[in-house]
């Protein structure tokens, strides 16, 4: 299944013609236009993911809160290589400023990543708009698995924090989809 999972994924991204269309429909627009992508396929023992940007991907327990993507950032980057540190890195203007994106950059190299799908566990997408504003903790309060066991709760869970967020004034859009497993 991995191996489907990679050509899936090098057909979405890689192809030119994708490509191709997200930057002409920008460029006939008089804008310059792209788009984060991160994904992630579930089977009872794996994970698979792919990961171009600074969208992210969260496993999240009762006790824990695992970043499974790294940001595709100028700023990411420069916290790697000790020129910022992590709290100059939450204010910096250029904290948004993507390194690739499909659409436009010419050649989009995706991180791909496999690991062992966790049991009582939730996986966590989101853009970078639904986490600027709130914080590590209140993501494992709102949705640790012992606070996501029926569906309706992990609406309202996720709609809770989304409200958190535009209280707080996020600018940016605000994108989240869970998974909780079992």
Do not use: W
Not at 75 to 94: H, S, Y
């Amino acid at each position: 299944m991995s191996l489907f999972f990679v050509h899936f994924f090098q057909l979405l991204i890689y192809s030119t013609e994708y490509n191709k269309k997200i930057g002409s429909y920008g460029r006939n627009n008089g804008i310059t236009l792209g788009t984060t992508l991160t994904a992630i396929l579930l089977t009872e023992t794996q994970y698979f993911l792919v990961h171009v940007g600074d969208s992210r991907l969260y496993e999240i327990s009762d006790n824990a809160i695992l970043l499974l993507t790294t940001d595709q950032t100028v700023v990411a980057r420069e916290v790697e290589a000790g020129i910022l540190n992590e709290e100059q890195a939450k204010n910096d203007p250029r904290r948004s400023v993507l390194l690739q994106c499909v659409g436009a950059s010419k050649q989009v190299s995706p991180y791909f990543m496999t690991g062992e799908t966790k049991k009582d566990a939730v996986y966590m997408l989101c853009s970078d708009g639904f986490r600027h504003e709130i914080t590590n903790e209140e993501i494992q309060r709102y949705l640790a698995p012992s606070m996501m066991c029926e569906v309706s709760q992990m609406k309202q869970n996720m709609e809770t924090l989304i409200e958190i967020n535009k209280q707080r004034q996020e600018q940016d859009n605000i994108t989240v989809v869970s998974v909780r497993t079992y």
